[in-house]
């Protein structure tokens, strides 16, 4: 398998796996409402980044170090990081607490920010869960990736030292 049609792989089938989870997570708590404002929700919506980032790395780094423990996908691919990449801790913990932190200002914060700009702020259940589910399929589909390549930096630095 390539780099790249591993990079694939992992970002749909990680946003297949986070929509089916988040869409009935939703479906759970908003079915049986008939008007949802979208201040009740628009948190909801907007915390969806930090979850994705903060679990695509908990479960997420030990499979990607496993994928690239030989070392020949990160040859094959010749991938440049950003500096950014290189700085994340290696421990799963810490690296998953600033992954977070990182999807709350770049994505959850401005997401907050953009959704009381889709109307007049009451929504159906249907349309407040088909919501949650487009922002969760483009987060997961931005996100996963990101989280690949950090850890692909994790992987040389280890590789570098003698193991992962």
């Not at 970002?11 to 869409?23: D, M």
């Not at 994705?52 to 040859?75: C, E, H, Q």
């Not at 589909?141 to 990101?146: M, T």
């Amino acid at each position: 398998m390539t780099f790249r049609s591993y990079l694939i792989a992992n970002a749909f089938g990680v946003a297949s796996l986070n929509t089916s989870i988040n869409g009935d997570y939703a479906w759970f708590l908003w079915i049986d409402k008939t008007q949802l404002p979208l201040s009740e929700i628009r948190a909801d919506i907007a915390m969806t980044p930090i979850w994705i980032g903060l679990l695509s790395v908990l479960p997420g780094t030990s499979f990607i170090r496993k994928a690239f423990a030989d070392g020949t996908m990160l040859r094959q691919a010749e991938i440049k990081l950003a500096a950014i990449f290189r700085k994340l801790p290696r421990p799963i913990i810490k690296r998953s607490v600033i992954v977070a932190i990182l999807c709350a200002m770049a994505f959850a914060v401005p997401l907050s920010q953009i959704l009381p700009l889709l109307g007049d702020g009451i929504r159906t259940p249907t349309a407040a869960i088909g919501t949650k589910v487009i922002v969760t399929i483009a987060f997961s589909l931005l996100i996963v990736p990101l989280i690949v390549y950090a850890t692909t930096a994790d992987c040389e630095r280890v590789q570098a030292n003698g193991a992962i």
